[in-house]
């Protein structure tokens, strides 16, 4: 609490407004209440406080996500994740319905952030073994883009080369697999109904934040544009994030985004 308190101090809305100034207590109440039951911690960057209008939400990042798939379930151990590009060799198999990586292999002259053909990510438990592997083609990652509110993906369906999505094309396409598996996880939970009820109310609270904003902005004849994440950390020091079902959560800080290859068992 001390922690989300002290990123509050410089927490802005787009206008440069201090989130304390500009937020309602209510709202500001809820977001840390979010932070907390989550267990989230906002000095490992699984979390971000972002203004909509005149409300604060809490919003996780990707280490927000692995965090609380790992709580509700404790047989996972850690996560592994990839990017796969064209002329990479891999394969996977199906086996009760549940995928699993057989091989991949990669060589340093395949890496081109043009040239992602999917991103994976697996829950591993404590011995190693896979627990739930997701796989995303790069269709698939867009499909995912185009719900997000930084709108990232042109009218003519490309990604725009000046956004965060253009730039780093392979630390978010492993954001939004990563959040897709943890979500998975979280909601097949059935351990923690007060934690899933309360992620879910949070999640829909953000989007009903960011529609308000916008419908406000329409009627002053603005343009109110989410709070990025790494401009929050930049001047005061993005989920997200909504789910990537639906939207990716936040905009990452360079540290704050994935690296591009994960440990892979066998690999």
Known sequence: MKAAWLTLQSTVDKDGRLALEVCTRDSIANALLDMVVQGLNPLKKQNYFIVYGKTLTCQRSYFGSMAVAQMVDPKIAEFAFAVVYEGDTFKYGIHNGKKHV?????????????????????????????????????????????????????????????????????????????????????????????????INRNEDLADRAAAEAEIEAEANQGEVLEIEPEKAQEEAVDQSQASEDQTDMGNPTSEDLPKTQGRVPGF
């Open 102 to 198: 057989t091989e991949h292999e990669q060589e340093i002259q395949n890496v081109d952030k043009k040239k992602i053909v999917a991103a994976y990510c697996i829950a591993l438990d404590k011995e190693g073994n896979p627990f739930r592997t997701e796989i995303m083609t790069i269709d698939e990652i867009h499909q995912a883009w185009k719900q997000s509110k930084m709108n990232p993906i042109d009218d003519k369906g490309n990604v725009k080369e000046t956004s965060t999505h253009g730039k780093f094309a392979a630390d978010m396409a492993l954001k939004t697999v990563i959040n897709k598996c943890c979500k998975s996880i979280i909601n097949a939970s059935s351990d923690n109904a007060l934690l899933l009820d309360k």
